[in-house]
């Protein structure tokens, strides 16, 4: 049973931090690159940032230099820091693994919230 579970959302003041993790089983985590993804309310939802199966990394412009995407394959996690938090960041986000033109697996997202 594959499963995709996300911690680490909350309420933070604009400027602050939040460490998004996203714990992964039921296949085989090392094989997909994987996504983060998140939509605020009313809006699409978007690919936020990306890691490849080699570690290499991308990122939306409205995030870049702001957000880190990490992944540890040996313990099938994988990481979001969120840095200069802004309101505008205030989402549900959401662990997909998969290319972000065909994504495979999703978690059930984890609700961040930038407000002062």
């Known amino acids: 049973q594959v499963q995709l579970v996300e911690s680490g959302g909350g309420l933070v003041q604009p400027g602050g931090s939040l460490r998004l993790s996203c714990a992964a089983s039921?296949?085989?985590?090392?094989?997909?690159?994987m996504n983060w993804y998140r939509q605020a309310t009313g809006k699409e939802r978007d690919v936020v940032a990306t890691?490849?199966?080699?570690?290499?990394?991308n990122y939306a412009d409205s995030v870049k230099e702001r957000f880190t995407m990490s992944r540890d394959n040996a313990k099938k996690t994988m990481y979001l820091q969120m840095n200069s938090l802004k309101p505008e960041d205030t989402a549900v986000y959401y662990c997909?693994?998969?290319?972000?033109?065909?994504?495979?697996?999703w978690g059930q997202g984890t609700q961040v919230t930038v407000s002062s």
């Open positions: 997909v693994a998969g290319s972000p033109g065909n994504p495979r697996y």
């Open positions: 039921g296949f085989t985590f090392s094989a997909y690159t």
């Open positions: 890691i490849t199966t080699i570690g290499k990394t």
